[in-house]
Nanobody
Framework: QVQLVESGGGLVQPGGSLRLSCVASGLTFNYYVMSWYRQAPGKERDFVAGMNGDGRIRKYDDSVKGRFTISRDNAKNTVYLQMNSLQPEDTAVYFC??????????WGQGTQVTVSS
């Protein structure tokens, strides 16, 4: 059974940093494209960042370029999202997503990030 478990969310002041982690189990991790999405209250779930299996390809939404960094440790079945210079508009529930080569998709349960003074 595939499980994705996010952690690292919390309350941070504007300009602060957080690092999210997503630990995967029940899958061959290095085969999967791993991504982070976020969903603010009353809004759709939006793509934030993604990385392919060997880490050579990374993509970011324009709103986070230069502030967020996605990385992965295939030995630990973990993908990270380092978030710097956080702003109130970054407040959302952040979700981890795994996509297999056959387009099978799995989601984590999400972790809340709140940016507020």
């Amino acid at each position: 059974q595939v499980q994705l478990v996010e952690s690292g969310g919390g309350l941070v002041q504007p300009g602060g940093s957080l690092r999210l982690s997503c630990v995967a189990s029940g899958l061959t991790f290095n085969y999967y494209v791993m991504s982070w999405y976020r969903q603010a209250p009353g809004k759709e779930r939006d793509f934030v960042a993604g990385m392919n299996g060997d880490g050579r390809i990374r993509k970011y939404d324009d709103s986070v370029k230069g502030r967020f960094t996605i990385s992965r440790d295939n030995a630990k079945n973990t993908v990270y999202l380092q978030m710097n210079s956080l702003q109130p508009e970054d407040t959302a529930v952040y979700f981890c997503k795994a996509r297999s080569p056959a387009d099978q998709i799995y989601w984590g349960q999400g972790t809340q990030v709140t940016v507020s003074s």
